[in-house]
């Protein structure tokens, strides 16, 4: 496997390089700025408004907000700040809407860029929205690629490993996320029973999960025990953005909904706080396995 095809290789940064991060949602932009940090490439940190909720771990480093209505503004904003280098790290839920974006002259620039990224999947638009900023000279790196660390190695994570039983949920749950990977719909599906049962739409993964956990409530899927949560990369997705992803929230919700245990794909899907995650699983008695990229599993 090239380093095209699979995360799971680290950036070698030039002397000079000034990281940018994007920050959405979630624990990414945290672990993506602190290793930056470390590396000797102190982050400036793009907070988008109304969709971080990690503010104070991330002001600590030299930050700016941004609405995302003031996007037209974002290339001025990197280019007076010297960035070299972009990441785009955790959840935004929306996206900007049309008419209430700011009017300036550098929006000019942007509008057929966000037009053209608004009319596409959301792998589309990180595509395009990639495209965009590299041909105005900014370098778009993927998080993997500044925390190589926070890629899920191939085979078992856990103390706990996947019955026979678990293989067919597996087997099935891959074939259903790759399915609906292709259409650019979601990346991770729940199998119980050897058959898939549920496929993450636009809620997401936690979303899957609730509606996974409702179903075993409501007894639409009475009698049947164990169940795994499958999360994969899209085929020919971006992956330098929206990489699959789970973390300790995932743990918690996939004990919820009464499953045995996540596959992820290993080497494009990120662990987010690595040791935490492994540690509730560990308490909670659930597997978490990478399996072989862009491959179908084998059984064990």
């Not at 293989?167 to 990977?181: F, H, R, Y």
Request: glycine content about 12%; charged content about 20%; hydrophobic content about 45%.
């Amino acid at each position: 496997m090239t380093k095209t095809e699979t995360a799971a290789a680290g950036l070698d940064l030039p002397s000079g390089a000034r990281v940018g991060i994007i920050a959405g949602g979630g624990s990414l932009p945290v672990e993506v700025a602190a290793g930056s940090a470390q590396r000797g490439y102190p982050p400036f940190v793009i907070l988008m408004e109304g969709e971080v909720d990690r503010i104070a771990e991330l002001s600590r480093y030299e930050h700016e907000g941004l609405a995302l209505e003031g996007i037209g503004s974002l290339i001025p904003l990197l280019r007076r700040h010297r960035i070299t280098h972009l990441v785009l790290a955790g959840e935004i839920k929306r996206r900007p809407r049309l008419l209430a974006l700011r009017p300036s002259l550098s929006l000019l620039a942007v509008i057929p860029l966000v037009v053209m990224a608004l009319a596409r999947g959301d792998d589309g638009l990180l595509k395009v929205v990639a495209r965009g900023l590299e041909a105005r000279g900014i370098k778009i790196v993927g998080a993997h690629e500044i925390v190589p660390d926070l890629v899920a190695a191939e085979g078992v994570l856990t103390k706990a490993t996947p019955r026979k039983s678990d293989w067919l949920d597996i087997e099935a749950g891959l074939a259903a996320a790759k399915a609906i990977g292709a259409l650019d719909i979601g990346q991770a599906a729940i199998a119980v029973g050897g058959r898939t049962i549920a496929l993450e739409g636009i809620e997401g993964t936690a979303g899957l999960l609730d509606r996974a956990k409702l179903l075993r409530g409501h007894g639409r899927i009475a009698g049947k025990t164990r169940g795994v949560l499958v999360k994969c990369a899209k085929p020919g997705q971006e992956l330098r953005a929206d990489l699959p992803s789970i973390g300790p929230q995932t743990i918690e919700a996939v004990h919820a909904a009464g499953l045995a245990g996540i596959a992820v794909e290993a080497g494009r899907s990120l662990v987010l706080e690595g040791p935490e995650t492994v540690a509730r699983a560990n308490a909670l008695g659930l597997f978490v396995i990478g399996l072989p990229a862009a491959t179908e599993p084998h059984h064990a």
